[in-house]
């Protein structure tokens, strides 16, 4: 039986009331700008624009390649790839969305970053999305005779055709 | 018979679209090391709050790689008491409350990786923990269930308007243009769209106004109300067999106990 409100009821009117009306303001453009306003707020707040308005259409790849002793610069490598086949049971069981995702997240704000700071890479080699590639890469098990190592971002075209270089990094001292 | 508690519902459900994603995590953990493309140690330089001061520190106790696996251990068992464990037995308000903890670690720890079944399963955990402390016929608990509800109707109203505002929805391009990718295109569907583009524009059409109609489930009668969620559930089993989207299955199934017991 109902017996009216409790100091918990309100507690949970306390939580959730905000949490949805914060919902809402995110799904307009100048909510989400309040919203985004503090960083932990839009970690928290939902944003229902799946794939929308504008839905990635492009997958990306990462390449490196080093730069040896002697000076000579190695081919690039294929790294990572957001794409890549994800098995014919991804409908239950996908472990891979998490890299995948996480890669085509980055190399976006990466992308972001890059138009942002109007090619002044300075600025992009202190970027989160830029750091999260360069130790990443960094950590990779390389010949003793490299001395430096770059990596750039390609995006791939349709049906395997050749991808477009879109940024390469400066060669970074191992 | 005792009818079940529409919770009871949500939380098997939410706890088996957990499950799967901590097994998943687990199975890809190696993304989440120090030396992982979501590397703590710096995605951690985001924010001042994450990368110094008291909370910097205490985050950086959760997040380090050991701590870190242990939380993916953590949220397996959790989401299995979910499963078992009904909503007004003790253990569940502990089981809910550390898979709440863990979810907003994962939140709070990079902006990057996470997705909608990630954003609908924090809610759902946190009004699964606010649902066990308000008790049974509370108004708290009912509250938690017109939560769920509302947040399940307001995610198809804000994806249906967020696509058809966009040009490349209404045109049929974005279905062509994703499906065509790898990380969430299908080859097979892609070429028999790419073929169709009239087909592939009526398809948009038809996703973004069933997903801006979604919220009259609320108004219609019952029979008409499950045939919708039926529909949405169908949706959704596309999405993971077409996109890999699996774990929304889960997260958006859940929410439909809810929007059922706020119509019936």
């Known amino acids: ?68 002793q002697d000076g000579r610069i190695e081919p690039w490598c294929a790294w990572h790839t957001t794409g890549g086949p994800r098995g014919r049971c ?77 940024f390469v990094s400066d060669l970074h001292a191992v | 018979m005792e009818l079940m508690d529409p919770l009871d519902m949500v939380s098997i459900l939410t706890g088996a679209g957990l499950l799967l994603s901590a097994l998943e995590t687990w199975s890809s953990r190696a993304v989440f090391r120090h030396d992982g493309l979501l590397s703590w140690d710096i995605s951690r330089l985001q924010n001042t709050w994450s990368a110094a001061g008291p909370t910097g520190a205490l985050l950086d106790v959760v997040e380090r790689d050991a701590t870190f696996t242990v939380l993916i251990l953590v949220r397996g068992l959790a989401a299995l008491a979910l499963i078992v464990v009904p909503i007004d037995h003790p253990l569940f308000l502990g089981a809910s409350g550390a898979l709440a903890v863990a979810l907003v670690l994962l939140s709070l720890r990079s902006r990057y990786g996470l997705d909608g079944a990630h954003q609908m399963f924090l809610l759902l955990v946190v009004a699964l923990w606010l649902g066990s402390l308000a008790g049974p016929e509370s108004l708290g608990r009912r509250l938690c269930v017109w939560f769920i509800a509302g947040q399940a109707a307001l995610s198809y109203l804000v994806a249906g308007l967020a696509k058809l505002g966009s040009e490349r929805w209404r045109s049929g391009g974005a279905l062509i243009g994703i499906l065509g990718t790898e990380i969430y295109g299908h080859a097979g569907a892609h070429a028999f769209f790419a073929e169709r583009p009239r087909l592939a524009q009526l398809a948009c059409w038809g996703v973004f106004v069933f997903e801006i109609a979604f919220p009259v489930v609320f108004v219609l009668p019952a029979e008409l109300a499950v045939g919708m969620l039926i529909a949405a559930l169908a949706f959704h089993l596309v999405n993971a067999v077409l996109m890999g989207l699996n774990t929304f299955l889960f997260a958006f199934a859940a929410t439909y106990p809810a929007i059922l017991a706020v119509v019936l």
Request: aromatic share 12%; proline share 6%.
């Open chain 1, 90 to 166: 991804a409908w239950l069981w996908n472990p891979g969305k998490y890299r995948r995702k996480a890669l085509f997240d980055i190399t976006v704000l990466l992308l972001r970053e890059i138009e942002r700071s109007r090619d002044q890479l300075d600025a992009v080699k202190l970027s989160i999305p830029y750091l999260l590639i360069a130790n990443h890469l960094a950590a990779l098990p390389r010949p003793r005779d490299v001395v430096a190592w770059q990596f750039t971002v390609v995006r791939l075209e349709r049906g395997g055709g050749a991808g477009e270089v879109l």
């Open chain 1, 1 to 68: 039986m109902f017996d009216g409100p409790t100091w918990i009821d309100a507690f949970v009117a306390l939580v959730l009331g905000p949490w949805f009306l914060a919902t809402i303001l995110n799904a307009t453009t100048r909510g989400r700008a309040l919203v985004f306003r503090s960083e932990v707020l839009s970690r928290l707040v939902p944003q229902w624009n799946f794939f929308a308005p504008t839905p990635g259409e492009h997958d990306f790849q990462l390449l490196y390649r080093h730069q040896i």
